[in-house]
């Protein structure tokens, strides 16, 4: 049985409990503060650049989880995964392949105390607006981010490299360049249509080379009870090399959660025996792809 110490513990706690005070508090008492209290600047420290996670929460229990999801979904399957169909928004800029999330699988311990800002992203955001824009109307892209962030992000920060905002979503853009679904897809002669229609070992059997075996290529019903390519999550470990086979790890991950914001159709393998729509993109109206 692994055990924390009790000074391992308290600063545990006074990282989630200090920290989101930092924040509130007007600029003159918080630096007052930093100067004053040695502790609280060392988490402040620690927060801004990344040591938050790699030495005051590392610990054996807390990381012991293998296995990572990356998962890329296409806006034209998306919006149909929605019950709402109006809900659905596509970008202007947004004519590719974007990201729904890193999670790492069967993570033991997630902080949510771990503010996220818009000044951790600053630098990425022209990258993060392309890349992983809210597809909700109802939902900001920096709100979609500071979930992803609080929900799954602050669960890897464990790891190395992992340990901060802006380290984070460095790895999910970088990921996202390795893993260009839409030109794998159509240098294989892949392409949106309305009228193709494709099957899954198809799909798979492009994608496999760069992906590994462990992948996987999920569909939406859609209203029309039609299945509809969706999402491609790729295994990972942690350590970011393709394809992650750790005892008890399963394709989906309960953690995981349904996708970005409510009122969603849960993604499903695509049916073997039954062929998909890869529905192109209607940036007018993105739920009515084909008119």
Request: aromatic share 12%; charged share 20%; glycine share 6%.
């Amino acid at each position: 049985m692994i055990t924390t110490s009790v000074e391992d513990q308290k600063k545990t706690e006074m990282s989630c409990t200090v920290l989101p005070l930092l924040v509130t508090l007007s600029p003159a008492l918080f630096f007052l503060l930093l100067h004053d209290v040695s502790v609280t600047q060392g988490l402040w420290e620690d927060y801004k650049y990344g040591r938050h996670s790699s030495e005051l929460l590392h610990q054996e229990h807390n990381c012991s989880w293998t296995c990572m999801l990356f998962t890329l979904q296409w806006p034209g399957g998306f919006c149909q995964s929605l019950y709402k169909e109006t809900q659905c928004k596509i970008p202007q800029n947004i004519s590719s392949w974007t990201i729904h999330g890193l999670w790492p699988l069967h993570a033991q311990w997630c902080c949510s105390c771990w503010p996220f800002f818009h000044s951790d992203v600053q630098e990425l955001k022209e990258e993060l607006t392309e890349y992983w824009p809210s597809l909700l109307k109802t939902k900001s892209s920096f709100l979609f981010w500071k979930e992803e962030w609080i929900k799954h992000g602050s669960c890897a920060a464990c790891v190395e490299g992992f340990n901060s905002p802006l380290r984070y979503f460095q790895i999910c853009l970088k990921l996202r360049h390795q893993f260009d679904i839409y030109k794998l897809l159509e240098d294989a002669g892949i392409t949106p249509s309305c009228e193709r229609l494709y099957k899954v070992a198809e799909v798979q059997k492009v994608l496999l080379p760069h992906v590994g075996d462990k992948h996987e290529v999920q569909c939406v019903q859609d209203q029309k009870d039609r299945q509809v390519l969706f999402q491609v999550k790729v295994r990972l470990s942690r350590n970011l090399t393709i394809g992650c086979d750790h005892h008890g790890d399963t394709s989906v991950d309960l953690a995981v959660g349904p996708g970005p914001g409510q009122g969603l159709s849960t993604g499903h393998p695509c049916p073997p025996d039954t062929p998909f729509y890869y529905f192109p993109i209607n940036h007018q109206e993105p739920w009515r792809p084909c008119g």
